[in-house]
């Protein structure tokens, strides 16, 4: 599998397969050890050892704790990645902060309003493209801010179809 993992702005693509771990194509020794049934892990990184606090704020959303540091991070798959680029996400985050159109088209169907929570993998928007339907899903959790567009809008390449509101301290 591989994952496209942002820790505070620091992109890198995580593959796990079965001889190893590589970032960024380099193979690291690591081994991870949950201690007890808590959000504490023992990670053993290239020889080097951190305890790390992991709490989960949301699909592919977490907050870490290591070294006296806090960092944000979010991890999506490589599917999930290219989708967000599609989508016209932020680069290197799996918390958009719009959705844009991944290709000129019409809108067919909104499926939220502005206000609503979604859940990652929620349907967003059905634009036809090329006679094809295409549902634009959520990558991840959040609130809608503002629908810029509405069933019958013909809509180009990146335009903005809806935003999302940013999370506080962001």
């Known amino acids: 599998m591989k994952y496209q993992v942002d820790v505070d702005g620091a992109v890198r693509l995580v593959e796990i397969k079965r001889d190893g771990v ?86 067919v169907k909104v499926e939220v309003g502005p206000g609503d929570l979604v859940e990652a993998g929620q349907g967003l928007v059905i634009v036809e493209a090329m006679k094809m339907e295409n549902e634009l899903k959520a990558l991840t959790g959040g609130r809608v801010a503002r629908v810029a567009v509405q069933a019958g809008d013909a809509v180009e390449k990146d335009q903005v179809l809806m935003e999302f509101e940013q999370e506080s301290g962001e």
């Open 22 to 107: 590589t970032i960024d194509g380099t193979l690291v020794d690591v081994d991870v050890v949950a201690v007890g049934a808590t959000d504490r892990f023992s990670v053993l990184l290239d020889g080097r050892s951190h305890a790390v606090v992991a709490q989960r704020r949301g699909p592919g959303d977490w907050r870490l704790q290591a070294g006296g540091h806090e960092y944000s991070a979010s991890v999506v798959d490589e599917a999930a990645a290219r989708a967000l680029a599609l989508s016209g996400g932020v680069a290197g985050s799996a918390r958009a902060r719009a959705l844009k159109a991944p290709m000129p088209g019409l809108v």
